[in-house]
């Protein structure tokens, strides 16, 4: 990720007097050095040229205008890249797939996997220069603009002063906001799990499955870890099928305070801890559970951490530290997706190396199909890996 933005501020001009406020970016991208304020007045061909300059474009007109303004811009950015990238139709043609004249895509997977990361790179930096400025108590002072205090307090804490921040940003937080207090419904549990902003929302259910079926043995175990927990639903349904104590830990604050709530909100405060932590927790546990990161690649967000795993890090650190902290007869639950494979990020034959190098056996496992959206969409660059995607829940055991 990029360096720590904390603290910085942004400065502009406007009526001929020197303005600053702080700087708010959660992909910690740096504050523009050069900052053009308008309006309703501007074209959208106009602020697309400015922003492809690298200008910040801090807008001052209505509130629907300037989400207006940002869909044009990125309307004209696709366009632009798609021109540059060829004659080709479509999303995968834009970022780079080359096109045969039946019209699928043919490239390397993990060449269309790099160049569809580095259009979004690029795409999210364009339109984080459509700005907008926070005053004191996050007021929003454009003509229609929303309540936007609640969702910003939820996701920041209390202001400390006027800000500037992205559009695209201000859009994400409100739309968190939305899922925190609406809730994402988990059948495994028949109740809602709240998600916070900046933690991963459990909206891919087949994981959650995975584990609210996957057969115990003749009883519950006693202990379990729940290892990079998130919203805490995992150890959720942990307790829930009878488990008696779960030690869930996440290195990401924000995700320690929304499990917290969540398991409280649904129950199991008195038996289950959330603690801050790199992974493991002290001690051992009779089922270690962990749904990693499953894509080797740099995150650019903490919220991304739950999607990214630079060089499939944490994968391997769960694999090599699992036998320290299992009880004698315990057992390790790994829940992972094959897109990695599918994109020729990491094969196979690695993955069961590092479970053999740790001296761990495969004791069984279960496999699901995933049920998102993006398996059915053909337009994804990235289709024909998704459509074979496979998410397995791998049962490691130490060798005997």
Known sequence: ????????????????????AGWRSENRS??????????????????????????GLLWRGDYHNGRQLMQALDRRFTRNHAGRAGSGRGRGAARGGRRTGRGSVRADAA??????????????????????????????????????????????????????????????????????????????????????????SPIRGEYVDLVATTPFGSAP??????????????????????????????????????????????GFAGSASVVEADLF????????????PWLPADPTSALELGIYDPGSLVLRRFIDGLSDHLTDSGEGWLILSDLAEHLSLRTRQEFEECIRAAGLQVCDRYDTAPRHRRVSDADDALHQAR??????LWR???NA
């Open 1 to 20: 990720m990029a360096e720590d933005i904390a603290g910085s501020t942004i400065t502009w001009t406007e009526g001929g007097v020197e303005l600053s």
């Open 30 to 55: 740096a504050a523009p050095t050069q900052v053009k304020v308008i309006g309703d007045d501007i074209t959208a061909d106009a602020a697309f040229r400015l922003a492809r300059s690298g200008i």
């Open 111 to 200: 060449e269309t996997f790099s160049a569809e990361r580095a259009f979004n790179a690029e795409r999210s930096r364009l339109l984080g220069l459509l700005l907008v400025e926070l005053g004191e108590g996050y007021a929003l002072e454009l003509r229609r603009a929303p309540e936007v205090r609640p969702a910003c307090e939820a996701a920041y804490g209390v202001s400390d002063g006027p800000m500037c921040m992205s559009l695209t940003e201000l859009g994400g937080v409100l739309s968190a906001h939305q899922w925190q207090l609406r809730g994402v419904a988990i059948d495994a549990l028949g109740e809602r799990i709240h998600p916070r902003y900046g933690v991963f």
């Open 221 to 266: 175990p006693a202990t379990a870890f729940d290892l990079g927990t998130g919203t805490g639903v995992l150890a959720a349904v942990l307790l829930h099928r009878g488990i008696g104590t779960v030690v869930a830990t996440d290195i990401n604050p924000r995700a320690v305070a929304c499990a917290q709530e969540n398991l409280e909100r649904l």
């Open 281 to 292: 927790p002290p001690g051992r546990a009779d089922l270690i559970v962990c749904n990693p």
């Open 387 to 392: 459509s074979a995607e496979t998410t397995s």
């Open 396 to 398: 490691l055991r130490r």
